[in-house]
């Protein structure tokens, strides 16, 4: 017999959603950044508010504009990836679910010039260092926190994703393969698998990004709340 699932199951819950393109200095005019629309974090913020959260988005750059009206959201603006890991952790104590949408920069470059960049040479070499991990950090403290990553590939993408999911200890990461029509950067629709530790979870065909959303928040409140679905 099923159990009719509670209308408003995250009540109570406080919910941390990373969204955009974090943005790297190159210098006051110029940076490096990663695609990254912001719908789909949005999305799930939606989602987790219409289930009953209480919900931050913690976005970098994004081409939809933010939702800034919805009762019930805390929005922050950030730019880098050292930026967003000290918002992210600044919360991270009172979070109960963080959802890993965001494109972080890999990559920052090694020095954020403080005047604009003058052209010389007829070539310029840039030098990178690494950023932190956020989702990999985060995870190797967690205590009651569930971790949602994302994971957006070309090739090999069970490979990827479980990997992914055991290296940053996430309770859940969403696959999607950027190639396919539909699905990825920019669009309004998005096909997506969603793993655990055991393998692969489920496969969401084609749909917008606000029923993938809702979808992924069901799941992860099913699986929070301990309720067998
Ligand atoms: N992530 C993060 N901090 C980073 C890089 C990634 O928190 N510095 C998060 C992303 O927000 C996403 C997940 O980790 O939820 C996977 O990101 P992805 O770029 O696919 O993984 P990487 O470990 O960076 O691997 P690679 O880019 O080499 O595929
Ligand atoms: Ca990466």
Known sequence: ??????????????????????VERLDPVRYITNDSSGKMGFAIAKAALDLGAEVT?????????????????????????????EAVNAVWADTDILVKAAAVADYRPKQAAEHKIKKSGDSMTLELVKNIDILETLGQKKKAQFLIGFAAETDHLEQHAMDKLRRKNCDLLVANDVTAEG???????????????????????????????????????TRLTGESK
């Open 1 to 22: 017999r099923e159990k009719r699932a509670a209308k408003r199951p995250l009540a109570g819950r406080k919910v941390v959603v990373t969204a955009g393109g974090t």
């Open 57 to 85: 988005i913690i976005a970098g750059r994004t081409d939809v504009a933010p939702p800034l009206n919805w009762a019930g959201l805390t929005f922050t603006r950030v730019e880098s990836a050292q930026d967003m890991y």
């Open 183 to 221: 699905a990825g950067f920019g669009a309004d629709t998005n096909i997506v698998n969603v793993y655990d530790a055991n393998g692969l979870v489920e496969s969401i065909p084609r749909a917008s990004k606000d029923e993938v959303g809702l979808h992924i928040m069901e799941l992860a409140a």
